[in-house]
């Protein structure tokens, strides 16, 4: 069974920048489309961005647009979320998510679309 894991996350002030990476050792990751979800306290999950198996398709959430950037590089094995412009409301727990896919199509940031979870990795923004 896939398993995703998620790093890069830590604290950081504001308007400062991290990158997480997600991977999933043992496994070919091109052949899944990947999400990246979070999770702030007290809040429901929200999709943040995807890319599509072959990095033809990104979307990003509205509440992140311009200031995050997904991608991936399939020869690492790795989805990347690289975040500027950090602010406190960006603080959660940030989840990677992979959906099992057989042709190359539009990305989801939809979490019921996710056919396997990584457990996360915090991310706190604060002076």
């Known amino acids: 069974q896939l398993q995703l894991v998620e790093s890069g996350g830590g604290l950081v002030q504001p308007g400062g920048s991290l990158r997480l990476s997600c991977t999933a050792p043992g496994f070919t990751l091109d052949l899944y489309a990947i999400g990246w979800f979070r999770q702030a306290p007290g809040k429901e999950r929200e999709g943040v961005a995807c890319i599509s198996s072959m990095g033809t398709s990104i979307n990003h959430a509205v509440s992140v647009e311009g200031r995050f950037a997904i991608s991936r590089d399939n020869a690492k094995n790795t989805v990347y979320l690289q975040m500027n412009s950090l602010k406190p409301e960006d603080t959660a727990v940030y989840y990677c998510?992979?959906?099992?896919?057989?042709?190359?199509?539009?990305?989801?940031?939809?979490?019921?679309?996710?056919?396997?979870w990584g457990k996360g990795t915090l991310v706190t923004v604060s002076s």
């Open positions: 998510a992979a959906d099992r896919v057989w042709v190359e199509a539009m990305c989801k940031m939809r979490d019921y679309d996710m056919d396997y």
